[in-house]
């Protein structure tokens, strides 16, 4: 979901970069010829799946230790001015997203250093930088000391390394750029990014990818599509939660994306009262309380009935009874 959201604001961002700058559409790269792939298009060789999620042109990405870090921002010479991550001047970048999957029976590696050129008009360039790295699911990783770290998922991380080795069947996401030595014209001009793809042989495929204003649209309106039929699903399921529901001495009040959380202790028979936000996932509901525990209650929702299922200690199912 966090992954799903941070592409949809990189391709809103990424409209709202092209409106500032005009109405131009520059020149057309390689003529616009069909043989060009789009924003949002996979290709893969038998070892290796790749998605472009978001490209565009930037003067500045965010520094911001965020789910934006590392993603283009519009230049503010106030605010960025201990901006690490800006453009000198007679240079842009070409911004992008991108994820891949290991198709392979055997870990590999997908890149090291650069796997990529950016095209403009006459201008190439390969000298490609990663800042930020994604996984859809944990994992773990020895350090050079020998001890053992973990790798939370669904979070943009910094500090990715200048390789990618995915494990059998891994999926790993990126937010990198190329430096252009040169300033385009116009920030939503039309440029090329040409990806290098490991096949069995160790050899690299080339696919390029056209980016224009009119890919970015396109992959606007379905990513707002998208958002919008998740909120449509949602809707019913949020209508038939709020109000209490309880379990015991136990009750849970939703109301309006709050959360209340009433209960007795067992341990000395005080009521204690907690409270927060609630996300309503596809099967979950997770509790994030106001002081940082967010667990999650699984639901089932069915011809227009919610249930609520808890847990106990023994591990015994139970279900909420709404009031």
Partial sequence: ??????????????????????????????????????????????????????????????????????????????????????????????????????LDRASGEFHSGSFVTAEYQDTKASNMTEGAYYLPQGGYYVDVDGRRHTEPAEEWISGPSMNMLLSVGETESRRAYVDLPVDVTDLQDTFLLTVRVPDVNNEQVSFTYQVDQAGRQALADQAQAAEQAAADAVAPIEEALQGAWTHGDTTITFTDGRFTYDYIRVSDGQREINEGDYIIGPDTITLAYDSGYDPAIDYTFADGVLTLHGEMGSGEQFAYTKQ
């Fill in 1 to 102: 979901m966090k992954r799903a959201l941070s592409l949809i604001l990189t391709a809103v961002l990424a409209l709202s970069l092209a409106a500032c700058g005009g109405e131009s559409g520059g020149e057309t790269a390689g003529g616009g010829d069909s043989q060009y792939y789009q924003l949002g298009d996979t290709v893969s060789t038998e070892r290796f799946e790749f998605t472009l999620e978001e490209a565009v042109f930037t003067i500045a990405l965010s520094n911001v230790g965020d789910e934006t870090y590392f993603s283009p921002k519009e230049y503010d010479a106030q605010a960025d001015v201990n901006n690490p991550y800006v453009a000198p001047k007679g240079h842009t970048w070409a911004a992008f997203t991108y994820t891949v999957t290991n």
